[in-house]
């Protein structure tokens, strides 16, 4: 009895913990009236020429806004893309007008989809750490943040086409 005792006052803790403002919104930032939520890059190989950057950006305004670039001490450039699904490829394009996050609306960099792609990155973040990077809005203006690595996506993706990344 005692052990049951045991394990459901670790369970409430953990969920108890899970609800506190500090702990659950630890990994959010915000500018403006854009809240970014869990940024996230996948672990990459050793020899990858790119890393993807990953997070969701909530317009909680009533104006439209843009996420126009940024840097990161981890790559030589951050660039912003677009993916599309040809013959069963994501290709990418560089979203050379930036990436629209519309008001009142979600914007999820993700796996697949539009993301932010690091390029001919200096340093690969082991699984579990941190590393910044300073993202760019129209009109928010700049606001650092911080990326952790982590297991790629566990939903299945299409494979992506970055070979025109492997050029300077």
Do not use: C
């Not at 403002?21 to 990459?44: C, N, Q, R, T």
């Not at 997070?55 to 893309?81: C, K």
């Not at 519309?102 to 590393?131: D, T, Y």
């Amino acid at each position: 009895m005692k052990h049951r005792t045991i394990k459901a006052l670790a369970l409430a803790a953990v969920v108890t913990a899970a609800g506190l403002p500090g702990i659950s919104a630890a990994h959010d930032f915000k500018v403006g009236s854009l809240e970014l939520k869990h940024p996230w890059s996948a672990k990459a190989p050793p020899v990858a020429p790119v890393l993807g950057g990953y997070l969701t950006i909530v317009n909680t305004g009533s104006e439209p806004d843009r996420l126009v670039g940024g840097s990161t001490p981890v790559a030589e450039r951050l660039e912003l893309h677009e993916s599309s699904l040809v013959d069963g490829v994501a290709r990418m394009r560089p979203a050379r007008g930036g990436i629209e996050i519309p008001a009142g609306e979600s914007l999820n960099l993700q796996p697949g989809g539009a993301h932010i792609m690091l390029v001919n990155p200096k340093q690969r973040p082991a699984e579990g750490e941190k590393f910044t990077a300073t993202l760019q809005f129209e009109k928010a203006g700049q606001v650092e943040v911080e990326f952790v690595a982590q297991a790629k996506a566990s939903t299945p993706v299409p494979a992506e086409d970055h070979t025109a990344h492997s050029k300077p």
